[in-house]
């Protein structure tokens, strides 16, 4: 017997203001120049947050770990803003996929850890916004779509540091939001294009004497190039900010109401006939999201300065899951359903659902809600007094966040429509007697609690000593308020220390070295499906509340940085990183023995270690970039995992990991390129390319099976600035129109008929990206 319960599908940088003084809160760096000087003039001061509060900025040359921050030029390079395609194209050590197969649902992949919407995904970056936690309480997710990426002053990308937080195993990113000290005027973007792309975008900001407003917002819809796919998209961003001669304070509203179908995975064989298809259907994901966030900062003297921060936030997600059905016609001449031989499927009255389709086909709708309020605060110190006659900057703090999530679920069953491979309803909802199939109404309250520290300590003027640390403790409850199965409390806590040491070589020259420790507790989805006698279904299912070991990140990386001027007019910017990261206690979902479930354990050591190249050349008229990353991403403990649609399993469906097989969905080698040419100085052209390696399924842990085809996208992209306040600009994606793949999984083809392949048996399963498109705007500008 076993039960199955449905779950759902789903800052770091801060910035110096313009008048030199600490605006908003956040845990990483701030404004980057990424142009280098001329030999005879020293490097520009690049200026780093170096905690989760932006205290007085550090010089990025002593920040020992790798770094990368995109500013709102290089976020709207392609034309209009965004944010994941600028990581994408731009940043080494990044990659995206789209289980979801909606294009604003992609998890983002940062030397192999994600940030991630869909629920189950391990979240191994922390994500922060103005300074505020982003990552979701209930399963740690990240909802990109909740962001107008038009608001978005820059963003930090870094490497593992624990003074970041939860979820920092592989690094953090910050996003910092605009405000109406740091933009002036006016902007109005109107866009459109393929797959019925329609988009208006706009930002203000006004500043009158110490008070400055801002506000930006999104309107967007796309019919896109699958079916059911769409994505419609309603965005605010306001910020309403003080600025005194002793401190500054801001009080930011972000709203968000997006409604994104996402056709997943399909078959190869139905892909083949038609690319658009979908295997099973609806999967709809709505959003509806509030948050208000204050951050202030006060000079007590000129060498302390307090810094805090306080939030509230709201989400209300709901989603809706067609699939596989997990009832059928009994085999017995009774004329019901069954779930099993034997087994009758009953309805919430107990009563036997009947063979209503006279013998199908049917199909499962899987429902499910999330309401989260979220909020939490933080209290930091900064303190720039020498210390035995050297400079040093001494930065402490505290912070909380917690919330309070209830979540439900329930399974219905109704029609398969096969042309279109969509769920029909009304439907009957499932409510099996042994809690096998059953509904769901689960509250659960998170805590976590920090104080931290970091140290920054000039040795010598060019030899710097950074020493940080940072305790967490996690409190995770859980109640079920139909039951029992699900109420349980855990309790998690850990310090986790690092230590580093960079050294100005000489002017545009410098090194560095550290090492770093992080932790993550186990998400309330892994918690409440985490044994192997109760799994649940991939689809998305909560049963029972055993324990897990909290996951440790281990990180070592050095890196070298440099700034010179190759010959004249021409300035070139390197950065070499090398990193490696052990998981202890790595936590992912396994296969049970049921077909179709799974279950969290944790599966011992993972390893994830690299290299990173980044070029960045000005000359003239001219911006070229070259980046190239190398990600070995592997298990180095043993397990055995259920993968039954995985034809190199054994008879029993079973897969033997062996230390040094890769881990899934992680492309060894990624090279990115791309050049900007000014024709004129009104007109300006350029491209972006990516080729990556091919990649293993997920589900193919134990590299059985050949792996996704390696695969090369240009995209294009033109504006030209018509007058002042006028321009106009155009894209084209993927200009060759490249068949490719970002993520593959296997699935049981031969349990639906498939209009498109009937009799289709191949298990390999490949979300396709998007076909050539064109896009073309206007901006005007006041």
Same mark, same amino acid.
């Given at each position: 017997?076993?039960?199955?319960?449905?779950?759902?599908?789903?800052?770091?940088?801060?910035?110096?203001?313009?008048?030199?003084?600490?605006?908003?809160?956040?845990?990483?760096?701030?404004?980057?120049?990424?142009?280098?000087?001329?030999?005879?003039?020293?490097?520009?001061?690049?200026?780093?947050?170096?905690?989760?509060?932006?205290?007085?900025?550090?010089?990025?040359?002593?920040?020992?770990?790798?770094?990368?921050?995109?500013?709102?030029?290089?976020?709207?390079?392609?034309?209009?803003?965004?944010?994941?395609?600028?990581?994408?194209?731009?940043?080494?050590?990044?990659?995206?996929?789209?289980?979801?197969?909606?294009?604003? #649902?992609?998890?983002?992949?940062?030397?192999?850890? *994600?940030?991630?919407?869909?629920?189950?995904?391990?979240?191994?970056?922390?994500?922060?916004?103005?300074?505020?936690?982003?990552?979701?309480?209930?399963?740690?997710?990240?909802?990109?779509?909740?962001?107008?990426?038009?608001?978005?002053?820059?963003?930090? !990308?870094?490497?593992?540091?624990?003074?970041? $937080?939860?979820? %920092?195993?592989?690094?953090?990113?910050?996003? *910092?939001?605009?405000?109406?000290?740091? @933009?002036?005027?006016?902007?109005?973007?109107?866009?459109?294009?393929?797959?019925?792309?329609?988009?208006?975008?706009?930002?203000?900001?006004?500043?009158?004497?110490?008070?400055?407003?801002?506000?930006?917002?999104?309107?967007?819809?796309? $019919?896109?190039?699958?079916?059911?796919?769409?994505?419609?998209?309603?965005?605010?961003?306001?910020?309403?900010?003080?600025?005194?001669?002793?401190?500054?304070?801001?009080?930011?509203?972000? @709203?968000?109401?997006?409604?994104?179908?996402?056709?997943?995975?399909?078959?190869?064989?139905?892909?083949?006939?038609?690319?658009?298809?979908?295997?099973?259907?609806?999967?709809?994901?709505?959003?509806?999201?509030?948050?208000?966030?204050?951050?202030?900062?006060?000079?007590?003297?000129?060498?302390?300065?307090?810094?805090?921060?306080?939030?509230?936030?709201?989400?209300?997600?709901?989603?809706?899951? $067609?699939?596989?059905?997990?009832?059928?016609?009994?085999?017995?001449?009774?004329?019901?359903?069954?779930?099993?031989?034997?087994?009758?499927?009953?309805?919430?009255?107990?009563?036997?659902?009947?063979?209503?389709?006279?013998?199908?086909?049917?199909?499962?709708?899987?429902?499910?809600?999330?309401?989260?309020?979220? @909020?939490?605060?933080?209290?930091?110190?900064?303190?720039?007094?020498?210390?035995?006659?050297?400079?040093?900057?001494?930065?402490?703090?505290?912070?909380?966040?917690?919330?309070?999530?209830?979540?439900?679920?329930?399974?219905?069953?109704?029609?398969?429509?096969?042309?279109?491979?969509?769920?029909?309803?009304?439907?009957?909802?499932?409510? #099996?007697?042994? $809690?096998?199939?059953?509904?769901?109404?689960?509250?659960?309250?998170?805590?976590?609690?920090?104080?931290?520290?970091?140290?920054?300590?000039?040795?010598?003027?060019?030899?710097?000593?950074?020493? %940080?640390?940072?305790?967490?403790?996690?409190?995770?409850?859980?109640?079920?308020?139909?039951?029992?199965?699900?109420?349980?409390?855990?309790?998690? +806590?850990?310090?986790?220390? &690092?230590?580093?040491?960079?050294?100005?070589?000489?002017?545009?020259?410098?090194?560095? %070295?550290?090492?770093?420790?992080?932790?993550?507790?186990?998400?309330?989805?892994?918690?409440?499906?985490?044994?192997?006698?109760?799994?649940?279904?991939?689809?998305?299912?909560?049963?029972?509340?055993?324990?897990?070991?909290?996951?440790?990140?281990?990180?070592?990386?050095?890196?070298?940085?440099?700034?010179?001027?190759?010959?004249?007019?021409?300035?070139?910017?390197?950065?070499?990183?090398?990193?490696?990261?052990?998981?202890?206690?790595?936590?992912?979902?396994?296969?049970?023995?049921?077909?179709?479930?799974?279950?969290?354990?944790?599966?011992?050591?993972?390893?994830?270690?690299? /290299?990173?190249?980044? !070029?960045?050349?000005?000359?003239?008229?001219?911006?070229?970039?070259?980046?190239? &990353?190398?990600?070995?991403?592997?298990? *180095?403990?043993?397990?055995?995992? #259920?993968?039954?649609?995985?034809?190199?399993?054994?008879?029993?469906?079973?897969?033997?990991?062996?230390?040094?097989?890769?881990?899934?969905?992680?492309?060894?080698?990624?090279?990115?390129?791309?050049?900007?040419?000014?024709?004129?100085?009104?007109?300006?052209?350029?491209?972006?390319?990516?080729?990556?390696?091919? *990649?293993?399924?997920?589900?193919?842990?134990?590299?059985?099976?050949?792996?996704?085809?390696?695969?090369? /996208?240009?995209?294009?992209?033109?504006?030209? #600035?018509?007058?002042?306040?006028?321009?106009?600009?155009?894209?084209?994606?993927?200009?060759?129109?490249?068949?490719?793949?970002?993520?593959?999984?296997?699935?049981?083809?031969?349990?639906?008929?498939?209009?498109?392949?009937?009799?289709?048996?191949?298990?390999?399963?490949? +979300?396709?990206?998007?076909?050539?498109?064109?896009?073309?705007? /206007?901006?005007?500008?006041?």
């Amino acid at each position: 017997m076993h039960s199955r319960r449905t779950f759902p599908a789903v800052c770091i940088a801060g910035i110096l203001a313009s008048t030199g003084a600490a605006a908003q809160t956040a845990p990483a760096s701030a404004n980057v120049n990424l142009v280098a000087p001329p030999l005879e003039v020293l490097p520009p001061v690049e200026v780093i947050a170096p905690t989760p509060l932006l205290g007085s900025g550090v010089d990025r040359d002593k920040v020992p770990a790798e770094t990368t921050v995109l500013n709102s030029k290089d976020i709207s390079r392609d034309g209009n803003a965004d944010m994941l395609n600028a990581l994408n194209q731009q940043v080494p050590g990044v990659n995206l996929d789209s289980a979801s197969g909606n294009p604003f #649902q992609p998890s983002l992949f940062y030397h192999g850890f *994600q940030a991630s919407p869909l629920q189950g995904n391990a979240q191994g970056l922390a994500v922060y916004v103005n300074g505020a936690r982003f990552n979701q309480p209930f399963g740690d997710t990240v909802n990109w779509d909740l962001i107008p990426d038009i608001a978005i002053d820059h963003i930090n !990308l870094e490497g593992s540091n624990p003074v970041f $937080g939860l979820n %920092a195993l592989g690094g953090a990113l910050a996003v *910092q939001m605009k405000n109406g000290f740091i @933009y002036h005027g006016g902007e109005v973007d109107a866009l459109g294009g393929s797959f019925d792309h329609y988009e208006g975008d706009m930002q203000y900001g006004v500043q009158a004497g110490n008070v400055a407003a801002y506000i930006a917002a999104r309107g967007l819809n796309e $019919g896109g190039w699958r079916n059911p796919q769409s994505s419609d998209l309603a965005n605010f961003f306001g910020d309403l900010g003080w600025r005194g001669s002793k401190g500054e304070l801001h009080v930011d509203l972000t @709203y968000a109401n997006t409604r994104l179908n996402g056709p997943g995975t399909s078959p190869v064989q139905q892909l083949e006939a038609d690319p658009s298809a979908t295997f099973t259907g609806p999967a709809l994901l709505t959003n509806r999201y509030t948050r208000l966030n204050v951050t202030g900062n006060v000079n007590l003297s000129d060498s302390t300065s307090v810094q805090g921060d306080i939030y509230y936030e709201y989400l209300m997600q709901k989603f809706a899951n $067609g699939a596989v059905a997990d009832i059928g016609p009994c085999n017995n001449g009774s004329g019901n359903l069954c779930e099993s031989p034997g087994v009758f499927a009953t309805d919430v009255n107990g009563n036997p659902i009947p063979d209503f389709l006279n013998g199908g086909p049917y199909s499962q709708l899987d429902l499910q809600s999330t309401n989260t309020n979220g @909020y939490g605060t933080s209290l930091q110190v900064t303190n720039t007094s020498p210390l035995f006659g050297h400079a040093n900057q001494l930065v402490a703090g505290f912070s909380f966040d917690g919330a309070q999530t209830l979540y439900a679920a329930s399974s219905w069953i109704g029609a398969l429509n096969v042309p279109t491979s969509m769920w029909n309803g009304p439907g009957i909802e499932i409510d #099996q007697a042994d $809690g096998s199939i059953a509904p769901v109404r689960v509250a659960i309250s998170n805590a976590y609690y920090a104080g931290y520290f970091t140290d920054t300590f000039d040795i010598t003027p060019a030899l710097s000593a950074n020493v %940080a640390g940072r305790y967490n403790l996690a409190q995770i409850d859980l109640s079920d308020q139909l039951g029992t199965s699900l109420t349980g409390n855990h309790d998690y +806590s850990r310090f986790n220390p &690092s230590g580093g040491l960079t050294w100005k070589i000489r002017p545009g020259l410098s090194v560095y %070295a550290s090492y770093a420790e992080a932790n993550r507790a186990p998400m309330p989805v892994e918690l409440t499906c985490a044994s192997p006698t109760a799994p649940c279904s991939l689809a998305n299912f909560l049963v029972a509340d055993p324990n897990l070991q909290q996951v440790v990140s281990h990180t070592i990386e050095a890196g070298v940085r440099t700034q010179t001027r190759p010959f004249q007019d021409a300035t070139l910017q390197s950065d070499l990183a090398l990193y490696r990261t052990t998981l202890s206690n790595d936590i992912m979902a396994v296969g049970s023995s049921l077909p179709g479930l799974m279950f969290f354990q944790n599966v011992g050591n993972t390893l994830r270690q690299g /290299v990173d190249i980044n !070029l960045k050349l000005n000359y003239r008229r001219l911006s070229v970039y070259l980046a190239y &990353s190398y990600i070995d991403a592997e298990f *180095q403990s043993p397990f055995t995992e #259920q993968s039954p649609n995985n034809p190199g399993a054994d008879a029993n469906g079973n897969i033997f990991i062996t230390p040094g097989d890769r881990l899934p969905g992680i492309p060894a080698n990624i090279v990115k390129f791309g050049a900007d040419y000014n024709i004129t100085e009104a007109w300006t052209v350029g491209g972006s390319a990516i080729a990556a390696s091919g *990649q293993y399924l997920f589900g193919d842990e134990a590299n059985l099976t050949q792996k996704l085809p390696p695969y090369f /996208v240009l995209d294009l992209h033109t504006r030209y #600035q018509v007058t002042k306040h006028f321009q106009l600009f155009a894209q084209i994606d993927n200009a060759f129109n490249e068949q490719y793949y970002t993520y593959g999984t296997f699935g049981p083809t031969s349990s639906v008929p498939i209009a498109q392949a009937p009799g289709a048996t191949n298990p390999r399963s490949y +979300s396709p990206a998007a076909p050539i498109g064109v896009l073309v705007g /206007v901006r005007a500008t006041f």
